[in-house]
């Protein structure tokens, strides 16, 4: 009956909110109730087809813009992002569940994207070669692809959207974002804003579903290029896929992040970092720390500081402001719950200690909230479930390892080769660390080392399919193509004459 008055969140078409007539939907919650807030619509194949039909012509008129006209609105979108952020954070915090603070944060790191992809210009500049051979001049142009498809992950529903959109737009394409559907409007409110900023129709196109949105995306001869975030099954399903449809593709996948603790590092400093890395945002971002490598002696220590720390973090809901905010809000849904927990129970079958257990937590108010409390593990043997896989909650496991070289093999061991992080004091260890670590962004004494935005976003080996990260120079590179020209005007005065052979420089 209440079904009725819950609203069903739109695509975004043609610059204004698209009602999806397939009918298909799936429900949003808010994780902190347990309430179902809205559906989503749910794109079928026509849908599809529309929405890239759309930003097809939204690209013929965007990519005709000057580069003048086009960084005046990059440079609106940025300033509208930095004056109503607010709004934005709460819509993620509504769908997603993260603390309001968190959610800023997320914001501001997108931010910094656009704020790059306002100095677009000198990137795709292009380059100038006067009198490579005699009389004659080369150059490379670099220009848009075409339409541009991003797939994100539910963990960002602004930031990663951000890495790839400012970019993509900047250098003249059309975005088509498939946002997760299970925190779908905060894709809707930054296709809004796009609007507000002056960038015309279908140029930033939202279109909601699921697989079937997403393969109609990878199977569209009109979609140039696969941005993905996601988990490693689903992004290594994108790169096969978009790589056999001859698209350009980036899929950027799971992760396992271990932090390697020397006996040297201060150990204040690194139950701070471990708790922060850890519990932040529940667990839920791929950059989480998720294993603690404990070179022993310090192992009992340490687990003696997080766990007095755990004990003084709270978990509510996380829109809540002011000096009721928590530190840790739900889980997204409940079947994600019960896998967090599903690994908890793997852990303490295979022989762990379970030091603070968040299996049970309730949260008084919110007894139908999503939520899961902070746990620690002790003693997970490496070959349980629970430390090889992506658990992606609040769960922090302690491994304790004899020595540096030990902590660094295991992390080359695994199958993800996201971030890491190193606490010492020790320069040179940290610098072998940095060298030998298969990982693809590292912090020394940083536990979430996000690059800014000038530098790239990725990982290695399954946490990254395809060669371009996200943002910084690799984002220019991935959504422009090169076209060298070699040109000759002649001098009235001289002739080439007719030469049959291989062009050579003179
Ligand atoms: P997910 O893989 O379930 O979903 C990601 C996107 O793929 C969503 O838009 C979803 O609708 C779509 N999708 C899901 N199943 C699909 C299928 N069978 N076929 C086609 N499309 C499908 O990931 P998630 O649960 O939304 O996000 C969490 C995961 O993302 C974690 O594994 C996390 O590590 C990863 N992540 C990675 C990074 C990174 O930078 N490497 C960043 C954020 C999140």
Request: charge should be negative; aromatic fraction near 8%.
């Amino acid at each position: 009956m209440a079904e009725l008055d819950i609203p069903t969140i739109p695509h975004w078409i043609d610059g204004a909110p698209t009602a999806s007539p397939s009918g298909r939907t799936a429900p949003v919650f808010n994780p902190a109730t347990g309430v179902v807030a809205a559906t989503v619509a749910l794109a079928d194949q026509a849908e599809t087809d529309a929405a890239i039909a759309s930003a097809r012509r939204g690209f013929e008129e965007w990519s005709s813009w000057s580069i003048a006209k086009r960084q005046g609105v990059l440079f609106a979108f940025r300033e509208l992002l930095n004056a109503r952020k607010p709004e934005l954070a709460a819509i993620i915090t509504a769908e997603h569940g993260k603390v309001l603070s968190d959610a800023m944060g997320e914001i501001l790191r997108g931010q910094e994207v656009v704020e790059l992809a306002t100095g677009f210009p000198h990137l795709i500049k292009g380059a100038y070669s006067e009198n490579a051979s005699s009389g004659i001049d080369v150059y490379s142009l670099k220009q848009p692809l075409g339409v541009v498809g991003v797939i994100s992950p539910f963990n960002f529903p602004a930031m990663v959207p951000l890495w790839f959109a400012p970019i993509a737009i900047a250098a003249g394409n059309a975005v088509v974002l498939k946002p997760s559907e299970k925190d779908p409007s905060a894709a809707l409110w930054l296709a809004g804003l796009w609007k507000e900023a002056g960038l015309p129709d279908g140029a930033f196109t939202v279109l909601q579903g699921d697989k079937l949105a997403v393969d109609g995306l990878l199977n569209s001869p009109t979609v140039e290029s696969i941005s993905f975030v996601g988990s490693t099954p689903i992004a290594q399903y994108i790169y096969e896929t978009a790589a056999r449809n001859g698209k350009r593709v980036q899929a950027l996948g799971g992760a396992k992040n271990h932090m390697l603790v020397l006996p040297d590092a201060d150990l204040d400093l690194v139950a701070d970092q471990a708790v922060n890395a850890g519990y932040g945002a529940a667990g839920e971002r791929c950059m989480a720390i998720s294993v603690v490598l404990a070179v022993e002696p310090v192992a009992d220590e340490l687990i003696a500081k997080i766990t007095d720390r755990i004990a003084r973090l709270t978990v509510g809901n996380g829109a809540q402001t002011g000096d009721a905010e928590p530190d840790m809000g739900p889980l997204i849904t409940d079947q994600h719950r019960q896998k967090v927990a599903g690994y908890v129970d793997i852990a303490e079958a295979d022989g762990a200690t379970i030091v603070v257990d968040g299996r049970s937590l309730v949260v008084e108010g919110h007894e139908d909230g999503f939520f899961f409390g902070p746990t620690l593990i002790d003693g997970l043997p490496t070959t349980s479930r629970a430390y090889t896989e992506e658990i992606f909650g609040p769960v922090l496991s302690v491994v304790r390892v004899g020595s540096f070289e030990e902590g660094v093999a295991l992390i080359n061991s695994g199958e993800f080769g996201n971030g890491t992080a190193i606490f010492t004091n020790d320069g040179g260890a940290a610098r072998r660390f940095q060298n030998e670590v298969q990982v693809g962004m590292i912090g020394i004494n940083v536990p979430i080392p996000v690059p800014v935005a000038y530098h790239s976003f990725g990982g290695w080996k399954k946490s990254l399919f395809g060669d371009a990260k996200a943002y910084g120079v690799h984002g220019f590179d991935f959504f422009t193509r090169e076209k060298a020209v070699t040109a000759r005007w002649l001098d009235p005065a001289t002739h080439g004459g007719i030469n049959l052979g291989f062009p050579q420089n003179t």
